[in-house]
């Protein structure tokens, strides 16, 4: 199973990034997916997850109105649309799949990708 996070990068505050999940070696529509992420010197925290069949998706108070998740079935990939960036946003962000609906516990999901930097400039 891997789980393949692109699309990171540097951004000035109020800026947009587009962070990509594709998977591989599991049935992807199966799985509920997640994005998390984590800060230097801070623990992991949930971001935002997604059903199944993209029909329910759930966010941290901290994201909602600002970032956007999606999946797409047909490529085993899921999205991030990350909107009006701040700097406390900075962090490597990690997708993750998990067989339980609408979870934000980091040991509910059992794939992770590799983690992708995103860094956001005042």
């Known amino acids: 199973v891997q789980l393949q996070a692109s699309g990171g990068g540097l951004v000035q505050a109020g800026g947009s990034l587009r962070l990509a999940c594709a998977a591989s070696?599991?049935?992807?529509?199966?799985?509920?997916m997640g994005w998390f992420r984590q800060a230097p010197g801070k623990e992991r925290e949930f971001v935002a997850s997604?059903?199944?069949?993209?029909?329910?998706?759930s966010y941290a108070d901290s994201v909602k109105g600002r970032f956007t998740v999606s999946r797409d079935n047909a490529k085993d990939t899921i999205y991030l649309q990350m909107n009006s960036l701040k700097p406390e946003d900075t962090a490597v962000y990690y997708c993750a799949a998990s067989w339980l609906f609408e979870t934000r516990e980091s040991p509910s999901y059992k794939y992770w990708g590799q983690g992708t930097q995103v860094t956001v400039s005042s």
């Open positions: 070696g599991l049935a992807f529509s199966s799985y509920n």
């Open positions: 997604i059903s199944r069949s993209g029909g329910t998706t």
